[in-house]
């Protein structure tokens, strides 16, 4: 295991890259240029398909919204890299996760959470990146029953019918249970087949906001024919005959 | 290669109906003869709603040992950047639009399988109602591709990203009642009673709702809940 700070620790579990932040005392630590770093050297390796933030915060302190503009740009620079992120990322929430770490978690493209953790979401606001990114998570036939819970501070139960949840954790080794989800989601897959998916919908977060369906459906098409083209030239290569579909 | 597929009018709603046993595979003539129906007859036709069906499954999806063979006969590298493509692929994609992009309803009656490119054309429609044995999802990445008829943006849309992309990930099939709890399909109804029900809720939408919108669908369905329950 790799210690970046006091609270955040890094560390490799066969194809899967663990970044464990542990009650945050300085919320800086979630978006540091350091931290970025860290992972973005981790995922060059080409055994890493999958990375999975653990976020634990059992203190409720309040944080300070009046954001200083070193950490506004940190943010931007964390969004920019889960946009470009090829593989995918899961965050596991225990605890409280409500204003920076809802965001953080917010970023990651699939969400489980222990049944004890509480998630506060703000005040509905249109054009704000929360309830825009809230749109993309839950999509179209769940976002009106999520915005029941704007303003709220919402058990995980009632949450998990909305699809901003994939899982809740029910045993007292939840890591383990999300280990578990993760190997489901990326056994037997190569790192390129993995990419290519999360490249298209990496596409959907870049332009849903423009409705341009062609475009993202343009990038979807592109990946499917690189990855035949790629598994064909590998399996002939090696074998003599293509992949069986 | 005639009548993988037909399409009939009966009063005011189209039947397009996948008629290809045992499951409908959708083989390269299927998908050109899909093209060919959609660009000279269905939009053609004065129908103010469609209803998609297989019959014994709606579809096991794409062959895709025809589809890569299309792929690689298409695809032009140079190095390792892709230059070009399949246009086969793009045009069928666009004709599994048109069904999105109308503004009379188009629904989906699900029995049986329907999986890989069958999903895909039953997120074009409107509205999905599901036989409960209906069999659902994009099992694509099991066997090393990934949906490319448009399935990733459309499920992850409909359902939302983040369980969107655990479904495209994992490949996992989903029983009619867990595609409901995530909102893939709209109503899970007894598989015998699927084609009527669906052919009952487009008679209503098109008797009562003349400024149709496909982004009420759900609202759709409740009326028409609504009213059995008045006429019983």
Not at chain 1, 214 to 223: G, T
């Amino acid at each position: 295991m790799n210690q970046i700070s006091n609270n955040l620790f890094i560390e490799q579990k066969n194809n899967i890259c663990i970044v464990r932040f542990n009650n945050l005392e300085n919320v800086e630590d979630l978006f540091s240029k350091k931290t970025i770093q860290e992972i973005e050297n981790l995922c060059k390796d080409q055994n890493i398909i999958l990375l999975l933030f653990i976020l634990e915060n059992k203190k409720d302190i309040p944080i300070n919204n009046q954001l200083s503009e070193n950490l506004i740009e940190q943010k931007e620079s964390l969004k920019n890299f889960f946009y470009k992120m090829t593989i995918p990322s899961v965050v596991l929430i225990d605890g409280i996760c409500k204003d920076i770490y809802l965001e953080f978690a917010l970023l990651c493209d699939m969400r489980l959470c222990s049944s004890s953790s509480k998630i506060v979401f703000p005040e509905y606001k249109s054009n704000n990146f929360i309830d825009e990114r809230l749109f993309t998570l839950c999509g179209q036939r769940k976002f009106e029953l999520m915005k029941k819970y704007f303003g709220k501070d919402t058990s995980i139960t009632d949450l998990s019918e909305t699809n901003f949840i994939n899982l809740v954790l029910n045993s007292e080794n939840y890591l383990n249970e999300a280990l578990e989800f993760c190997n489901k989601i990326i056994i037997n897959r190569t790192r390129l087949r993995v990419e290519t998916i999360t490249k298209c919908l990496n596409a959907y977060k870049d332009y849903y906001n423009y409705s341009n369906d062609i475009i993202m459906m343009e990038e979807e098409v592109k990946q499917f024919c690189w990855l035949v083209y790629k598994d064909f030239h590998k399996n002939s290569n090696q074998d003599g005959e293509v992949l069986n579909g | 290669m005639d009548n993988i597929i037909l399409f009939e009018e009966r009063g005011q709603i189209g039947h397009l109906i996948l008629n290809d046993p045992p499951a409908n595979k959708m083989t390269k003539d299927f998908f050109v003869e899909f093209h060919s129906l959609v660009r000279e007859k269905i939009i053609k036709s004065s129908v103010k709603g469609i209803i998609i069906y297989g019959n014994r499954h709606y579809s096991s999806g794409a062959d895709f040992g025809q589809i890569r063979d299309i792929v690689m006969a298409s695809t032009t590298v140079d190095n390792d950047e892709i230059i070009s493509y399949s246009s086969f692929l793009i045009t069928t994609r666009n004709s599994l639009n048109f069904f999105s992009s109308l503004s009379i309803p188009v629904v989906s009656a699900i029995r049986g399988f329907c999986i890989g490119s069958g999903l895909e054309l039953a997120l074009y429609s409107h509205i999905r109602i599901c036989g409960t044995n209906g069999m659902i999802g994009l099992p694509e990445s099991t066997f090393g591709y990934l949906p490319g008829l448009g399935g990733t943006y459309k499920l992850a849309s409909l359902i939302g990203y983040g369980k969107g992309s655990e479904l495209i990930l994992s490949g996992e099939i989903l029983t009619a009642e867990d595609a409901y709890k995530y909102g893939i399909v709209d109503k899970v109804i007894h598989k015998n009673h699927v084609i009527t029900y669906a052919e009952q809720l487009l008679n209503l939408i098109i008797k009562n709702e003349p400024n149709y919108s496909k982004k009420d669908a759900l609202s759709y369905i409740t009326k028409y809940e609504n009213s059995i329950i008045l006429d019983s």
